[in-house]
């Protein structure tokens, strides 16, 4: 199995930039796509973004279409999401996410899930 933990969010001005890390422990960490999903409070989790098990395919929610990056770093068993330009209504929890052998772009499609990081973004 698969155990990630996010870091890297925080309180942070309108404009500002985040890079979220997600950090990845299991022997078959390499195999899995790997994503980004957000929740704010009395909302459905949302996805974000997801990146196949090479890092050579991306793609991303409608909300956060260029202006967040997704990548990984398999060598370092690391995902990140670089959040640029970010606005209030980015404002939510953030979850990493691994979908053993395939993408997880759907809540459906995650087979692990990390514990949460809080971004706030103020206006």
């Known amino acids: 199995q698969v155990q990630l933990v996010e870091s890297g969010g925080g309180l942070v001005h309108a404009g500002d930039s985040l890079r979220l890390s997600c950090a990845a422990s299991?022997?078959?960490?390499?195999?899995?796509?790997m994503g980004w999903f957000r929740q704010a409070p009395g909302k459905e989790r949302e996805f974000v973004a997801a990146?196949?098990?090479?890092?050579?395919?991306?793609y991303y929610g409608d909300s956060v279409k260029g202006r967040f990056t997704i990548s990984r770093d398999n060598a370092k068993n690391t995902v990140y999401l670089q959040m640029n330009s970010l606005k209030p209504e980015d404002t939510a929890v953030y979850y990493c996410?691994?979908?053993?052998?395939?993408?997880?772009?759907?809540?459906?499609?995650?087979?692990?899930w990390g514990q949460g990081t809080q971004v706030t973004v103020s206006s």
């Open positions: 299991g022997r078959t960490y390499r195999d899995y796509g």
């Open positions: 996410a691994g979908g053993l052998g395939r993408l997880p772009q759907a809540r459906d499609r995650v087979d692990y």
């Open positions: 990146i196949n098990y090479s890092g050579g395919s991306t």
